[in-house]
C-alpha cells in the first residue's frame, strides 16, 4: 500500500460552487494529488438533510463531479467518488454517535444557528448529527490531512474528539487523528458584501457563470462612496480583496498603485477583476460543459473512485467493528 499521506475531503453539491469553495477548498485538495494519496468526495448524504428529489440530488452530484475535473482534478492520481457509494459510513457514524454527547453537538455552529432562529425543533435529525457524519467521512479512510475552509475547523475539532473518544472507549489505536489543512490566505474569502461567501448570504462570486453573470456579480461587490479622483484606501476594499487571490504580484501592485493615486474609480478595479477572473475561469467554463454533457463518462469516474477506496474501508471497518464485538467473526 502506498506510503503517501492521505488527503480527504468532501463538499456538498449545491449547484455552481463559489470562489470561496474554489479558493478555500476545490483548488488547494486539487493540488495535493501530487503529493497525497488524494480522497474527494461529493457529499450527497449530507445534502440529503435539504435536498428530497432524486433527480436533482442526481444533478447536483454530476455537477460537483464535472466541476472538479473541469478544476484539474486527475482521475488516475485522486479518487472522486460519491458518498453514498460507501454506505458503512453510515454504520461508522452509528458507532461514533454512542460515543458521542449531545453537548458536543449542541456546540456545532449550525446547530446553534437554527437554535439561535428558534428553529431547533424544526430541523432534522441529519442535521442535529450532521457532525458525526462529517467524522465518519475522515476517519473512515484513515486521513492525515483535511484541506477546508475556516468554516470547517470546528468540524474537524469534532472528529479527533470523537476519534479520541471511540479509541479511549475501545482501548486502542483504532481511528486516526486527522489535522484540517486551511490555507491562511484563503480561510475565509469574502462575499460581494464583505463578508464570509457563503450560499446562505447570497453574496456569491461563481467562477463558472457564464461571463455575463460572473460580470453582474463582480459589478455587485459593495463599496464605500469615495468619489472617483480620489485616492483610495487598499487595504479597505473587497474588491482589492479578491484580486489579491487571484491575480499576480505585478498586476496586485498595479491595482493598488492605482489606488493610492486616485482617478481610478470602483468601476475600473471591479472590471480588472472581472478580466482577470473571466481570464482564469473561461477555459474551465468550456471544460465544465463539455464534461456536463457525458453522464456516463461521471458516473464512470465515481465508480472508478469508490473501488479506489474501497480497500481502505474495508480494513478500518474490520478494525473497529473488531474492536466494539460486532459483527460476525471469519
Ligand atoms: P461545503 O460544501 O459547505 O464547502 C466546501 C468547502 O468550501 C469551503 N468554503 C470556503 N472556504 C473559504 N472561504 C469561503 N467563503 C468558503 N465557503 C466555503 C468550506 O470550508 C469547505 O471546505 N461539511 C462540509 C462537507 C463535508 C466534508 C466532509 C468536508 C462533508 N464531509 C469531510 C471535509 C471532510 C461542507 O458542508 O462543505
Partial sequence: MS??????????????????????????????????DAFYFVADYHALTTVKDPVKMRRLVYEITAYFLAFGLDPERAAFFR????????????????????????RAHAYKAAKDRGEEKEINHGVFTYPVLMASDILIYDSDVVPVGSDQIQHLEMTRDMAQRFNRAFDGEYLKLPEAKVRKEVATVPGIDGRKMSKSYGNLIEPLAPSKKLRKQVMQIETDSTPL???????????????????DADEIAEMEDNY???????????????????????????????????????????AQGADRVRPIVDEVMERVRRAAGLGRII
Avoid at 503517501?4 to 493540488?31: F, V
Avoid at 487595504?235 to 487571484?246: E, G, I, K, N
Wanted: glycine share 8%.
Fill in 3 to 36: 506510503k503517501r499521506k492521505r488527503s480527504l475531503s468532501g463538499i456538498k453539491p449545491t449547484g455552481n460552487p463559489h470562489l470561496g469553495n474554489y479558493l478555500g477548498m476545490i483548488g488547494p485538495a486539487i493540488e495535493l494529488q501530487e503529493e497525497y
Fill in 229 to 247: 479622483e480620489e485616492p483610495q484606501d487598499p487595504d479597505d476594499c473587497t474588491v482589492v480583496d479578491l484580486y489579491r487571490l487571484v491575480a
Fill in 260 to 302: 493610492r493615486a486616485g482617478g481610478y474609480g470602483y468601476g475600473h478595479a471591479k472590471q480588472d477583476l472581472f478580466e482577470k477572473l473571466d481570464q482564469i475561469f473561461s477555459p474551465r467554463r468550456e471544460k465544465y460543459e463539455a464534461l456536463r454533457e457525458d453522464e456516463a463518462y461521471l458516473e464512470k469516474i465515481l
Fill in 83 to 106: 458518498q453514498s457509494d460507501i454506505p458503512e459510513v453510515a454504520e461508522l457514524t452509528w458507532m461514533l454517535s454512542c460515543v458521542t454527547h449531545m453537548g458536543l453537538l449542541e
